[in-house]
Nanobody, 125 residues
Framework: QVQLVESGGGLVQAGGSLRLSCAAS????????MGWYRQAPGKQRELVAD???????NYADSVKGRFTIFRDNAKNTVYLQMNSLKPEDTAVYYC???????????????????WGQGTQVYVSS
C-alpha cells in the first residue's frame, strides 16, 4: 500500500509564509496528478492547487500569486509554498494523489484518490 505523509503546518502571522510537504511512501513506480485541498471549519473541502506529472499547475483564484505548488518526482513528494498568508487561509490542508502505481506482492498495482491525514494551518491577524 501507499501512504501520504504531510508536514509543515503550524501557526503564522498574517503576511507570513509556510511550506507544506507531502511524501508518498511505498514501492512507487509513478504518480500522476498531485494536489492540495483545504477545509475550513463549517465549509466544504476545496481545491487549492494541483500539479500534473508533467508539472502543469492549476490554482484556486483565491491563492493565485501567493501560493506555489511544485513536486520532486524522485522523492515522490509534492510541496505547497504559501506566501503572504491571510487569516482566511486558515484551514486543515490535505494532500491528494489522483493515481499512484506501485509494486506489491509480485505485481504492479494502482491506487486512486489517496488522501493524507491533513495538517493544520492557522493564520493570525
Amino acid at each position: 500500500q501507499v501512504q501520504l505523509v504531510e508536514s509543515g503546518g503550524g501557526l503564522v502571522q498574517a503576511g507570513g509564509s509556510l511550506r507544506l510537504s507531502c511524501a508518498a511512501s511505498g514501492s512507487i513506480f509513478s504518480i500522476n496528478a498531485m494536489g492540495w485541498y483545504r477545509q475550513a471549519p463549517g465549509k466544504q473541502r476545496e481545491l487549492v492547487a494541483d500539479i500534473t506529472s508533467g508539472s502543469g499547475t492549476n490554482y484556486a483564484d483565491s491563492v493565485k500569486g501567493r501560493f506555489t505548488i511544485f513536486r520532486d518526482n524522485a522523492k515522490n513528494t509534492v510541496y505547497l509554498q504559501m506566501n503572504s498568508l491571510k487569516p482566511e487561509d486558515t484551514a486543515v490542508y490535505y494532500c491528494n494523489v489522483d493515481r499512484v502505481r506501485y509494486y506489491s506482492g509480485g505485481a504492479y498495482r494502482n491506487e486512486y484518490h489517496l488522501w493524507g491525514q491533513g495538517t493544520q494551518v492557522y493564520v493570525s491577524s
